[in-house]
């Protein structure tokens, strides 16, 4: 490993750390919130992974639901992600594990897998939309219907669906009829189980059939 990657992969590791703890600590102390500067200095140098990772385990929503700081700070982690991982990918193109990133997407644009792209991309985007509803829908309406959504999680848009999930913070939690008792199943351990079956069959198919 050549002393750029490993001093990268140690500041980025640090930086994640350090997010994730003050996104922990914005997220349990409601009455007492950390500057916004430093949630936006943390996630913008590098920490945008720690950040989304933090929101997702400790279900942090920021500040009152729906006010423009709160739309503002949620956002900020998986944006920034992207725009790091685009940015390693362009100064670090000979990082091992960014080899190995491309060389796998590079085989799932082949024969079935481009199926399998094209659902997950659409999964990814159905679960933003679903959860960005919530912020701008009037009183939390217009949600992406689930007989659109479940069908292609189920149907193998696990990963994708489960990827925006963790990034975007995504959780439903509705009142307990048998009804919305599955539909919570469903958008949380149920996409979970999906994906683990989902890619099971993946691993089959590809090393155990000829």
Not at 139 to 164: E, K, Q, R, W
Request: hydrophobic share 50%; with cysteine.
């Amino acid at each position: 490993m050549k002393a750029s990657d490993l001093f990268v992969s140690i500041y980025l590791f640090v930086m994640n750390v350090m997010a994730f703890h003050y996104y922990r600590v914005e997220g349990q102390n409601p009455n007492k919130r950390l500057h916004p500067i430093l949630l936006f200095l943390f996630t913008a140098i590098g920490g945008s992974l720690g950040a989304a990772l933090s929101n997702y385990i400790f279900n942090t929503e920021h500040r009152e639901l729906r006010s423009a700081y709160s739309k503002f700070i949620c956002y900020l982690p998986p944006v920034f992600i992207f725009l790091y991982l685009g940015l390693l990918y362009f100064l670090f193109p000979e990082n091992i594990l960014l080899q190995s990133l491309e060389g796998i997407l590079s085989d799932l644009m082949f024969g079935y897998h481009v199926l399998f792209v094209i659902v997950n991309t659409i999964a990814f985007l159905l679960v933003i939309i679903r959860k960005t509803s919530y912020y701008i829908a009037p009183i939390g309406s217009f949600l992406v219907p689930d007989l659109i959504i479940i069908p292609i999680l189920l149907l193998g848009g696990a990963t994708g669906g489960c990827i925006a999930k963790i990034v975007f913070n995504f959780k439903e939690d509705w009142s307990c009829t048998a009804t919305k008792t599955l539909q919570n199943f469903l958008y949380n351990k149920g996409m979970f189980i999906a994906l683990i079956i989902q890619w099971g069959l993946i691993i089959y198919m590809r090393f155990f059939v000829n």
